[in-house]
């Protein structure tokens, strides 16, 4: 920046001894053609800007009219994508209404708990945090049963399966950091194949 205004000082100082000169600076009073030059200037001047003015405003009319169309494109397509999600809604409730008749909430079974047939509960060493597994025998002694975990998996199946699903869960809660610090067994028909 301070260059720049160097040169530009420099130049002028140049500039203005130049103009000083007695040949130079006399040279516009002796010639008076020089005189109707300057004021020819203004005259010229005013057409070339007011062309190149008349260029620019083509071109905002141009780009404005480009524009005005973009936003017509814009808006047919914000059209079309609401007639498209209109016509899917449409479509989605055709196909549940179906499913929504012919599932029957009475068809689904539920489990009815007996007593508790184990229990477990594991803590993380360092924290508060506590996680539980709950197993419950069938009401009416069958061999099904109901497997609850605090994390909020709930699995119905006989004795083996919700065995083998126990075991999965202990073997996740102990990855966790989570060892087991209470458990016991309840009264139960069939035997549970938990350790």
């Known amino acids: ?21 007695p040949d130079i600076k006399n040279f516009p009073l002796m010639h008076p053609w020089w005189y109707s030059l300057l004021a020819a200037v203004p005259g010229i001047a005013v057409p070339v800007l007011a062309w190149f003015e008349l260029r620019h405003s083509a071109e905002v ?11 017509s494109e814009q808006n047919d397509l ?6 498209l999600t209109a016509e899917l809604d449409a479509e989605r ?16 079974p539920v489990f009815a708990k007996g007593g508790m047939a184990f229990h477990a509960t594991y803590t993380n060493k360092g924290s508060s945090e506590k996680r539980t597994i709950y197993v419950y025998a069938a009401k009416d002694g069958s061999n ?13 199946g006989n004795n083996e399966e919700i065995s083998k699903r126990f075991s999965v869960l202990q073997i996740e809660f102990e990855a966790a950091g989570f060892d087991r610090t209470n458990s016991g067994t309840g009264g139960t028909l069939h035997r549970l194949f938990i350790r």
């Open 1 to 21: 920046m301070r260059r720049a205004v160097a040169i530009a000082a420099i130049i002028g100082w140049v500039f203005t001894l130049f103009l000083l000169l």
């Open 61 to 71: 009319n141009t780009l404005r009219a480009e524009a005005i169309r973009l936003r």
């Open 78 to 83: 914000q059209n079309q994508i609401g007639e």
């Open 93 to 108: 409730n055709k196909h549940l209404q179906p499913i929504a008749e012919n599932t029957n909430p009475a068809d689904i």
């Open 144 to 156: 099904s049963f109901l497997l609850e975990a605090s994390t909020g998996q709930k699995i119905t």
